[in-house]
């Protein structure tokens, strides 16, 4: 199985700070990557496909790189609305697998 | 506006059976792979099975294999999950959601809790 490993687990920013989240791939899983918003309660959110495409109606300061088998999802101008749980997900082969989460908190 | 509801999560037994239903409405629901994901209490997404759009192939993590059932009927806009031989270790939100590779389409999520 193909293993996301994400990381930071948490982190604390404050507004209007840039934040980077990883995942790392153990083996190559080309751009078949996407990443995930999570809030309390709420069903996950897609963010970024292709490894680097945003969604549809996602904002501009979200945005995604990659980098042999790391990627990161970075978060410009960081606002209270950007609090929650982020998740890396690869799609590349099945078993489908996510990463274990990151935990922004805004400060 | 695409919706997808879940339906059927409740508190069950170790060993008992129970069948998940996701209602959707707003597109061609036969033209879309789906899945099924879960997310046990304080723990990350874990992706359960896929269907294709005939539901002709069908996909699913080895832990479920052999007791989960994923199926769809197009003809109603239904996803199903059919759960048997439950475990306590899949007591988890079970979230629908169209497959795209990514996923941009999710349910709300229904509660399965199995324990005795």
């Known amino acids: 199985d193909i293993q996301m490993t994400q990381s930071p687990s948490s982190m604390s920013a404050s507004l209007g700070d840039t934040v980077t989240i990883n995942c790392l791939a153990s083996q190559d899983i080309g751009n078949y990557l996407s990443w995930y918003q999570q809030k309390p309660g709420k069903s996950p959110k897609l963010m970024i496909y292709?490894?680097?495409n945003l969604e549809d109606g996602v904002p501009s300061r979200f945005s995604g790189s990659r980098s042999g088998s790391d990627y990161s999802l970075t978060i410009n101008s960081l606002g209270y609305d950007d609090e929650g749980i982020y998740h890396c997900h690869q799609y590349y082969e099945y078993p489908l697998t996510f990463g274990s989460g990151t935990k922004l908190e805004i400060k | 506006e695409v919706q997808l509801v879940e339906s059927g999560g409740v508190l069950v037994q170790p060993g008992r059976s129970m069948k998940l239903s996701c209602a959707a409405s707003?597109?061609?629901?036969?033209?879309?792979?789906m899945a099924w994901v879960r997310q046990a209490p304080t723990k990350g997404l874990e992706w359960v099975a896929t269907?294709?759009?005939?539901?002709?192939?069908?996909y699913y993590r080895d832990s479920v294999k052999g007791r989960f059932t994923i199926s769809r009927d197009n003809a109603k806009s239904t996803l199903y999950l059919q759960m048997d031989s439950l475990r306590s270790e899949d007591t988890a939100t079970y979230y629908c959601?169209?497959?795209?590779?990514?996923?941009?389409?999710w349910g709300q999520g229904t509660l399965v809790t199995v324990s005795s």
């Open positions: 959601t169209t497959d795209l590779g990514a996923y941009p389409y």
């Open positions: 707003g597109f061609t629901f036969s033209s879309f792979p």
């Open positions: 269907i294709s759009t005939s539901g002709g192939s069908t």
């Open positions: 292709g490894a680097t």
